[in-house]
């Protein structure tokens, strides 16, 4: 999937397209330049294609300013992971020289750039983006985020440009399981233990994965690719927010895999950014499997210590639980074989078919005996469920008279009973409730 960032100086109302382009409100707006600060992810569907867009800080050319210094670094490693960059600039202020000295950056990045004149909020303002020709990155699109004027034409010069964007020469059909997880924590450790051989170099140094690597793995009874995730480049590139970078790497294995394998350094514990990881993965509905790695620097293996760290990681990623958990160390090749074979397990859980018969054999007692809560004296009464045929996850609809007053908490007990009751183990599930 493709992936587009938005650059600009403060204040110009890139987070106000990026709501706009992604249909919510995630990104904080204010009228005070450097309000965003931490890295806003989403989707953006257009006439049939889908593509990621992050939003950045405002890019600050020579300041002094340590929080503008962050968000530069974080807005370059942006704008050379991305396939395309929107260059926001602001009509109402016109043409600046913190324009040009980003302009003059944008120029030398070699990737394709939209320059997106903004707050042009009436047609007779479309005459004044003329001045913006003068920064060499083509002709302007004007917009007005606020209003939604003009965006529809900014999608479709933004999906002409992503045309040749996306495609890799990988085998259909075959399963995906990609190894994602901070700088440092063994990824490719773990995959070399996993394929026998050191084709992925391996150094203490936190980003020494430039890029996503796609290994065929066709052993034991196995078929399918292992996708390493980049960390961050070698040590003497390394400038930016580490933390950062590998987020931005791991959008695009994650969107492209079936499995995400997510690593965890057992002498650290959870930290912040696994929880970033493990957002990314239940964002996109992938199935999960979680490896604590390095269990062999730990000195108390004991069972009491293991289901210690087991409630540590259930507690951080409720309410979805429903994951294996497997303690191995890729030095040692300890339980590394139990990593491939849980994987392909929990791939299989995906294609569980559950029939329509047996599902409501088990569940109606169910619902009848905790039946949902009733709204302002109305009862809610749930006949017939199913489950819907070719979803790419398990999806089960439930019948009722009044869907509408179903809340999420319902929605999890009529999840966890099915995952009770039938093998879906690390694998995510759909749950609509639907008027009978």
């Known amino acids: 999937m493709a992936l587009v960032a938005i650059v600009g100086r403060p204040n110009v109302g890139k987070s106000t397209l990026f709501n706009r382009l992604t249909k919510t409100r995630q990104a904080i707006v204010s009228e005070h330049a450097g309000t965003t600060r931490d890295r806003q992810y989403g989707k953006c569907e257009w006439n049939g294609r889908e593509f990621s867009i992050v939003d950045t800080g405002g890019w600050v050319v020579n300041s002094d300013d340590i929080f503008e210094e962050e968000i530069r670094k974080q807005v370059i490693i942006a704008t050379e992971e991305a396939d395309l960059l929107l260059f926001l600039v602001d009509i109402q202020t016109g043409l600046t020289d913190w324009d040009e000295d980003v302009a003059m950056i944008l120029r030398k990045s070699k990737l394709p750039v939209v320059l997106v004149v903004n707050k042009a909020d009436n047609f007779d303002q479309y005459s004044e983006s003329a001045e913006f020709y003068k920064l060499g990155l083509g002709d302007p699109v004007c917009v007005s985020a606020a209003t939604g004027s003009g965006t529809g034409d900014l999608l479709d010069i933004i999906i002409e440009k992503l045309q040749n964007v996306g495609s890799e020469a990988i085998e259909e059909g075959i399963p995906r399981f990609a190894v994602v997880g901070r700088p440092n924590v063994g990824k490719s450790s773990i995959i070399n233990a996993f394929i026998g051989e050191d084709r992925h170099i391996v150094t203490d140094i936190a980003g020494t994965t430039r890029d996503s690597i796609y290994t065929r793995y066709d052993k034991f009874g196995f078929d399918f690719y292992l996708v390493d995730t980049a960390g961050i480049r070698r040590k003497n590139k390394v400038t930016e927010d580490l933390e950062f970078y590998s987020v931005m790497r791991s959008i695009r294995v994650i969107e492209n895999s079936d499995v995400c394998i997510l690593m965890i350094d057992a002498t650290r514990g959870i930290e912040a950014q696994d929880m970033n990881i493990f957002q990314l993965i239940q964002r996109n509905n992938k199935s999960l499997v979680v490896v604590v790695n390095k269990w062999d620097l730990v000195e108390d293996k004991s069972q009491a210590a293991i289901k210690t760290f087991e409630n540590a990681i259930h507690d951080r990623m409720a309410p979805f639980t429903d994951f294996p958990i497997i303690f191995a160390s890729a030095l040692t090749k300890q339980r590394i074989f139990k990593v491939l074979e849980t994987a392909k397990q929990v791939y299989l859980n995906r294609t569980t078919k559950v029939g329509t018969s047996k599902l409501n054999e088990v569940m ?39 869907p509408q007053y179903v809340k999420e908490p319902y929605r999890r007990f009529l999840e966890n009973k099915i995952r009770e009751n039938w093998q879906m183990t690390g694998c995510p599930i759909n749950v609509f409730i639907r008027q009978k």
């Not at 009733?374 to 008279?401: D, E, L, R």
């Open 364 to 402: 109606l007692p169910l619902i009848e005996a905790y039946p949902p809560p009733s709204v302002k004296g109305k009862y809610i009464k749930i006949k017939y469920c199913m489950q819907a045929p070719n979803t790419q996850i398990p999806t089960f609809v439930f019948y009722a008279n009044l």
